[in-house]
C-alpha cells in the first residue's frame, strides 16, 4: 500500500524562499498579519490530516466506488469517507479562505491551494467533494445577490453543505451551446427547470445533509448558442428562510458512471423534472458567470495532477531503493547482497528524476499563479490587480493541461520503476495511472486548453499577456548574465525566450492566411510555453540552491541536481515541439475524411 509524507520542506522553499510570499501579503490589507510562521503551522496540521486521515482512504475509495440505491435515489460513499469529511468540516478546513462575512477564515487564496495539494496526493476523489464546493462558493460569492450569498454562503463556507456545477449533457460536451435544458419562469420569482446532465461530479451523496446545484439552462426567449445561456441555483433541499432544510427538490441522480479511476467520487448523471431554481446573475449571461467556477476547477484539476505526481514519485524512490534487480553497469554497489536496488540504473534515475522534476516545476507555477491570483482578488492597487488577472488568465490553461499531461507521464514511469508489480493493484501505482489520465479529458480537454492558450490568451491580444511573463524571463537572464555559475541556466532559457516569441509571430502569421494553423500546432505550442514557465522557475530554485548549498543542507543539493536534470535531459523536448508546431497543418487537413 501507498503511503505519503507532505512536502513540507519544498513547499516552504517556493513560498517563502523562492515566491517571497510573506512581502506580497503584508502588500495586501487584509493579509498583512500572514507571515511564514502562520502558513508554515497551516501546512503542517494540514498534512497531518491528509496523511493520517485522507490517505489510508484512497485504495478503499478505489476498490468500492460509489453505490446508488435506484429506489430512493440515495448514493453512498466509500466506507471512512463521510466520517473524514466531518474530520474535515468540525477542525475548519472547508472556511479556510473563505469570506469571514460568511463565516471564513479569510486566508490567502495561495494558502489553501497548498492544503489542497496535500489533499490530492492523500485522496484525490476525496477531495473533489470539498473542491468543487469550494468553486461553487467563488460563483456565488461573485454573481449571486446579497439573498443568495446570505442564504448560501454560511453553509457553503462551513462545509454543511456541498456544491456542484452541472454543465454536460448526453449530446454536448465542450461545445455548451447546444445544451437544451429549460428553465420556465415562475410567479414567485423562481424557475422550474427541466433537462438531463451527466458527468457531474460530487453530484449526489451521503456526505452533507444538501448539495448546491449551479445548474445551465435556457429561458423561452434565448439565443441560440452559447449567447443564451443561463445560469440558475438548484439546491437538493430547497432551503426555509433561516437555513434550514425545506422540501426535497425534484433534482436526482439516475445513475453512477462507472470510470477508469476516481472510483470515490460520485460521477452522476442528474435528471432534473421540474426543479426550482433561481437564476444567478444576468439573463443569458450564465456562461461568464460559470466561468468562475470553470477557471477555478481547471485550477484545481492542475493541483489534483501535482498531487498524483508527488505521490507515484514519493513511491516510487523507496520501492527503487529497495527493490533489489541487477548490477550496476560500472560494478557492485551494494556488495553484500546478491543485486544491487534499482536506483543504481540510469534509466531508473531518468524516469524517477523526471517525475520529481514534474513535480517541483508543478508546484512552483501552482503557487506562483495562487500569488497571482491573491493580487487579483485583493490588492489595493488597481494596476496591480489588472496585471495579476492577466497573468492568471495566461498560466491557467497551462497549469489544467501542462500539469495534467505531464502527470499521465510521470505516473506511467513511477509504474515502470516497479516493473510487474507496478501493475498489480496492492502496490497503488496503478490507481495513479488510471486517476491521472482523467484529469487530462475533464473541466476541457487539454487540447481545448492549447487552443485557449494560444487563440485567446496569446493571439487574442497580439501576445501582450506572454509579452509580460517574457519580460519576467529576460529580466533573471540578464541580472543572471554575468554570473558563471548560472550559465548553463541562463542561456537555454533565454534561447527559448527568444524561440517562443519568434515561434508566436510565425503561428500568428499564418493563422491569418488559414485558422487551422492554430489548431495543427496548439497541443505543441502549449508545452513550449510550459517549459518555459518551467524554465524560469527552475533557474530561479538554481540561483537560490547555488547560494545557499555551501551551507550543508542537502536540500539545496538536491534541488540543484534537479534543476540541472531539468535543463539537460527535459527543457530540450522543446526543439521537437518547436519544430512540429511549425510543421504547419496541411499533412492534417489535406486528407479527405473517407481515406481515414
Given amino acids: 500500500m501507498s503511503q505519503y509524507t507532505p512536502p513540507i520542506r519544498d513547499m516552504q522553499f517556493v513560498l517563502h524562499e523562492m515566491l517571497n510570499a510573506e512581502s506580497t501579503f503584508k502588500a495586501i490589507p487584509a493579509f498583512e498579519e500572514i507571515d511564514a510562521d502562520t502558513m508554515n503551522q497551516i501546512m503542517e496540521e494540514g498534512g497531518k490530516f491528509c496523511a493520517e486521515v485522507l490517505q489510508p482512504l484512497n485504495a478503499v475509495g478505489d476498490t468500492e466506488g460509489c453505490t446508488l440505491n435506484k429506489a430512493d435515489h440515495s448514493l453512498k460513499t466509500p466506507t471512512g469517507f463521510k466520517e473524514a469529511y466531518q474530520q474535515f468540516v468540525e477542525a475548519g478546513w472547508a472556511s479556510l479562505s473563505c469570506d469571514p462575512t460568511y463565516g471564513g477564515q479569510g486566508l490567502p487564496v495561495t494558502v489553501n491551494q497548498a492544503f489542497y495539494e496535500m489533499m490530492n496526493s492523500a485522496n484525490q476523489a476525496w477531495t473533489m467533494y470539498p473542491g468543487l464546493t469550494h468553486g461553487a462558493y467563488d460563483c456565488l460569492h461573485e454573481h449571486g445577490s446579497q439573498e443568495q450569498k446570505d442564504l448560501y454562503l454560511p453553509k457553503l463556507t462551513s462545509g454543511e453543505w456541498t456544491g456542484t456545477m452541472c454543465l454536460t449533457e448526453p449530446h454536448c460536451g465542450t461545445d455548451l451551446g447546444m445544451l437544451r435544458s429549460k428553465a420556465e419562469p415562475q410567479a414567485d420569482g423562481s424557475y422550474k427547470i427541466t433537462g438531463a446532465k451527466i458527468f457531474i461530479s460530487s453530484g449526489e451523496h451521503d456526505m452533507a445533509e444538501n448539495i448546491i446545484h449551479l445548474v445551465l439552462a435556457r429561458l423561452p426567449d ?22 434550514s432544510l425545506g422540501a426535497r427538490n425534484p433534482i436526482f441522480c439516475g445513475a453512477i458512471e462507472h470510470k477508469m479511476g476516481i472510483h470515490g467520487n460520485a460521477t452522476c448523471q442528474m435528471n432534473l423534472d421540474g426543479a426550482t431554481g433561481w437564476l444567478i446573475g444576468q439573463p443569458h449571461r450564465g456562461l461568464a458567470a460559470m466561468f468562475v467556477m470553470m477557471n477555478a476547477a481547471r485550477l484545481g484539476v492542475g493541483m489534483q ?18 527493490r533489489i534487480q541487477s548490477r550496476s553497469l560500472t560494478g557492485p554497489k551494494a556488495t553484500d547482497k546478491p543485486a544491487d536496488p534499482i536506483i543504481v540504473h540510469p534509466d531508473v534515475r531518468k524516469m524517477l528524476l523526471t517525475t520529481r522534476a514534474y513535480a517541483e516545476g508543478g508546484r512552483a507555477l501552482c503557487m506562483w499563479t495562487a500569488l497571482e491570483l491573491d493580487k487579483e482578488l485583493s490588492h489595493p492597487d ?153 524554465g524560469y522557475f527552475f533557474a530561479k530554485a538554481a540561483k537560490i540552491a547555488l547560494e545557499k548549498q555551501s551551507g550543508g543542507d542537502k536540500f539545496y543539493t538536491a534541488k540543484l541536481h534537479t534543476a540541472r536534470f531539468y535543463f539537460q535531459k527535459m527543457l530540450p523536448e522543446t526543439a521537437m515541439l518547436i519544430r512540429k508546431a511549425r510543421a504547419g497543418s496541411s499533412s492534417l487537413m489535406e486528407m479527405e475524411a473517407d481515406l481515414f
Fill in 382 to 534: 488597481e494596476a496591480v490587480r489588472k496585471e495579476a488577472s492577466e497573468m492568471v488568465a495566461l498560466a491557467t490553461p497551462i497549469v489544467k493541461a501542462f500539469i495534467t499531461d505531464n502527470a499521465w507521464e510521470a505516473t506511467s514511469h513511477c509504474m515502470q520503476v516497479y516493473g510487474g508489480h507496478g501493475y498489480i493493484a496492492e502496490w497503488g501505482m496503478e490507481q495513479y495511472v488510471r486517476d491521472s489520465r482523467i484529469n487530462m479529458i475533464y473541466e476541457g480537454t487539454n487540447t481545448i486548453q492549447s487552443l485557449d492558450l494560444l487563440g485567446r490568451k496569446v493571439l487574442g491580444d497580439g501576445g501582450a499577456k506572454l509579452m509580460k511573463f517574457g519580460k519576467m524571463v529576460r529580466a533573471l537572464c540578464e541580472a543572471e548574465a554575468n554570473n558563471p555559475a548560472m550559465k548553463e541556466f541562463i542561456e537555454p532559457l533565454a534561447d527559448l525566450g527568444d524561440k517562443v516569441s519568434k515561434l508566436t509571430m510565425e503561428i500568428g502569421g499564418k493563422a491569418m492566411q488559414n485558422p487551422d494553423e492554430v489548431g495543427a500546432a496548439a497541443v505543441d505550442y502549449l508545452r513550449v510555453v510550459g517549459h518555459l514557465f518551467y
Fill in 305 to 322: 495532477s501535482l498531487g498524483l505526481t508527488e505521490i507515484a514519485y514519493q513511491n516510487a524512490v523507496v520501492y527503487a531503493k529497495d
Fill in 222 to 243: 434565448a439565443p441560440v448558442g452559447t449567447k443564451g445561456i443561463s445560469l440558475f441555483l438548484v439546491p437538493k433541499f430547497v432551503p426555509n428562510a433561516d437555513g
